[in-house]
């Protein structure tokens, strides 16, 4: 069946803290393609004032899921926009069996095929340092890391020179705990669906950025081995 939809389209999926939002911001740089993170849509949601952003920020400092329901009319209507036009990474969605199941039917209808789907793999070990050491620029968003991945200049950021940092709430040992049992039970059974798909690759995201972003280059045909 010839492919009738332009450009890439891609679901970077994983444990909490693998990877994903980094190596697809890595990506949107090299092939301008839309990086659209379910996670970032409801912390923006949940500064909100109103009674759902009082709900979802609620949700999310406990590390618990936003409903399917919610979510797939976000993402479904997010597609729509002009900037996933030459196509785009799914962070953090699909995040369970029903809205894997439902994405295939929103992309059928969209007349878009889905080219790959790429599990970054990092054990829980691992993770919970990732993630407890990580904050952002204010400014721009770069993502840096206390022993990882420390500013150039300290305090300044390497991008935009902006001086104001942040963690996320949600990245504190209780909630990415629970965070963890929640991708092991609601998340983790969309890997076999799509393997039995023959859409999943599976990518080692335990080395350095870089090396990471290079396999996952090759995956994605952007680069050879
Ligand atoms: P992330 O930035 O991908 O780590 O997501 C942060 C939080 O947002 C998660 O811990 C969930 O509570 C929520 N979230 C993100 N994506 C989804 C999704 N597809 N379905 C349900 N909840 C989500």
Do not use: W
Request: charged share 30%.
């Amino acid at each position: 069946m010839s492919k009738e939809n332009k450009g890439l389209h891609v679901v970077f999926t994983g444990a909490p803290g693998c990877g994903k939002g980094t190596q697809a911001r890595i990506l949107k740089q090299k092939i301008d393609i839309c990086h659209l993170s379910t996670g970032e849509m409801l912390r923006d949601e949940a500064k909100k004032d109103t009674p759902l952003g009082r709900d979802l920020k609620a949700a999310l400092d406990r590390g618990e899921f936003a409903t399917d329901e919610m979510i797939i009319q976000m993402v479904s209507s997010r597609i729509d926009e002009d900037d996933c036009k030459s196509g785009f990474i799914l962070d953090g969605f699909p995040r369970t069996l029903p809205q894997a199941e439902i994405l295939e039917v929103i992309l059928k209808e969209k007349n878009i095929v889905l080219d790959r789907v790429v599990e970054i793999q990092v054990p829980d070990e691992i993770i919970m340092e990732r993630i407890l050491g990580r904050y952002s620029c204010m400014c721009c968003g770069q993502g840096y890391h206390d022993k990882f991945q420390k500013p150039k200049v300290y305090g300044v950021c390497d991008v935009c020179g902006g001086t104001e940092f942040s963690r996320r709430q949600d990245d504190n040992r209780t909630t990415v705990k629970n965070r963890l049992i929640n991708y092991r039970s609601l998340t983790y059974p969309t890997i076999p669906y799509f393997e039995k798909k023959g859409l999943l690759t599976c990518v080692d995201g335990t080395g350095t950025i870089e090396a990471t972003g290079d396999k996952i280059a090759v995956v994605l045909g952007l680069s050879e081995k």
